[in-house]
């Protein structure tokens, strides 16, 4: 993917870019606002890296700009300034995804790679497919190798939610914001719990392991 | 009916007109009363005062010349003077005992028939004055020369008994036209008294509804401000009144206020801001250094001080939070909620944790709620609570989670749990920020949980409260029983 980071702090951004080109993207950096709006204007990015405290123009006008102009480009909103309300504020001003500071680069990179796919014009799907995993939206159930599995509702959306991003990593943070909806992080380990219950269910009597848990990031389920 | 009356009494201009007419109708009264004694009485005691003359006169004839030329005198005296003077009439009765024994004289009192009985008349009616057994007061009927209506009139009279020949000498006056007179005073006064206290009544309510609506537009901006609006200010009259002058100085605190606390969260941003970004920094190069180190001692202390760092951030951001959170800002986002389904997801999300853990875990709703709330911070509150619970309850234990209406329509939440509890002396101490029993003090932590607990309570009106487990107060195990205790939900805000 081609992606465009604006990005004040010259640490993080390069911090971000240097991170961002190993996992395989091209990614150019933008030290203010207006050169942000511009750069982003000028040529066609995949997503858009955004930071909301920018010198010259801030993050949410130079958004609101690009959206009013009908680029649709996925935009992720880095910010300080984490509180709920300053999230929806940011999702409202055409965002596509919001992470707080501190953030990990798992997290950041995870979250990227999830909006650049979802901005594929890919038609709604009924049947998810990973290696030989497969779900049926409207039918709710699971197979693999062909053998049904029976899962709890909120297991499903949990294989749901990794199948999508299958090959890539999620993290605790974006399951909880999308199986749960819960925008705090817990103290515990419940995620962990529910992964291995899932684990129970879909590893446990294959050969080949394919929920992973990545150390310090999250889960990956592998193709 | 009844509340709005009870509602008007609280008023305190209403109060204050009903005091003014209270007062005014008293002050009324004595006046009545005043103007009562200076006329009325003053003008039966004339005519006591010639009554009791002529009977002292009518006394000395008796006594020199006898009851026979008396009674001469007094049948002069009680011949009628022509019809013309009913409100004059004086009535003369002389009863003496001749030398037969026999009962001889008379006088002018109408027939007996024409008496009213003393203890017949209305007390309205009743001639004031001292009451003695020589005075004697009574009504009479009268036909009047125009026309043949009956007119009652009151009279008052003297008695003189003779002594010891048993002589009976009685005169009594008309005196009904002192008493209309006065009873015209009267009535008068007691109908401005009437009108005074109903006018009293009626601006009183007029005034007091005036007054406590200007009233009311200031409670409602302290209801509003309190529940984090400070953009809510008073209408103002500009009438220049003692309220206006008020208002005015509410505005212009509220408008001081509102700049102190801009500049206050603006300071407050940019502190986040100012210092997240370093903290995110140093945090970024201690993992970015950890991951290019080959050294496994010193990547491990590398990693380790980039968790630190985040650990710190973390912190930083709980603080701000509970600070957000205790501003209000957020309040008006409250909106409709079954805290049933809040808990059915918390439930769902943490009973895999309590089996890992080796508690039962139990969700117990009773009854339909609905709460004033924010789905997310309610869910933070209850997820903080259930994690304490897992945390400190040994294994074996059990958590439970409780639903249900207590004292007036009220929606508590309780986590009730088998661990150590809190002792009471510290109950109120742990909801403060960065406080952490000593028994805690080795378990991660950042001891900000109870303290978000606490405000998010405080932004939904809700109580949040820490008492004893099942285990009861004397055991080794009391638990711990935490309990939000939300407000009623009221349709209309």
Known sequence: ?223 | MFASLKRLFKNTIFRLSMIAAALFAVSSLIVLGYIYFATVVSDLNRVDKTMELEIDELTKIYETLGPVVLNQIIFDRALPKGASNVGNNTFYVFEYYDEEGNVNGGGNLPAKRFFTDPEKIPFWRKIPGLKSEKTREFEYAVTTISGDNKQTRRARGRLKEFLPSGAKLFIARDVENIMAASEKVTRALLISVAMAIILGLVSGIYMSSRFARRIAAFNKLATDVRAGDLKQRVPRDESGDELDVLAEHLNAMLDHIDTLMVAMRYAGDSIAHDLRSPLTRLHTRLATAGSEVKNKVARKALYEASNDAGELLRTFEGVLRIARLEAGERREMLVPLDPSVVLEDIAELYEPSCEDAGLDFALEIEGKHTIRADRGLVSQAISNLVENAIKYTPSGGAITVRLRKIRSGRSEISITDTGPGIPPNERDRVKERFVRLEESRTEPGSGLGLALVDAVADLHQAKFELSDGPGGEESQMPGLRAALIFPRYKRTK
């Open chain 1, 1 to 223: 993917m081609r992606i465009l980071v604006v990005e004040d702090d010259d640490v993080a951004a390069e911090y971000v870019r240097k991170g961002l080109m190993e996992a395989g993207h091209v990614v150019d950096l933008a030290g203010d606002g207006e050169l942000g709006l511009e750069m982003a204007k000028a040529a066609d990015y995949d997503a858009l890296v955004l930071d909301r405290m920018l010198p010259k123009r801030d993050g949410l006008s130079l958004l609101k700009e690009l959206r009013s102009d009908g680029d649709t480009t996925p935009v992720l909103i880095l910010s300080a300034l984490g509180e709920v309300d300053q999230k929806v504020e940011g999702l409202r001003a055409g965002g596509d995804d919001y992470l707080s500071k501190p953030y990990s680069f798992t997290e950041l990179l995870a979250r990227v790679e999830a909006m650049g796919r979802r901005s594929d014009p890919t038609a709604a799907v009924t049947k998810l497919k990973a290696g030989d995993l497969e779900m049926d939206l409207l039918a709710r159930t699971v197979k693999r190798e062909g053998q049904n599995i029976l899962l709890q509702p909120r297991e499903f959306r949990l294989l749901e939610c990794l199948m999508r991003h299958a090959g890539k990593v999620v993290t605790r943070t974006m399951l909880l914001e999308k199986v749960w909806d819960y925008h705090f992080d817990p103290q515990t380990n419940v995620i962990d719990v529910h992964i291995s219950r899932l684990r129970a269910k879909i590893d446990k009597e294959f050969d080949t392991p394919m929920l992973h848990t990545v150390r310090g990031a999250g889960y990956r389920l592998q193709v």
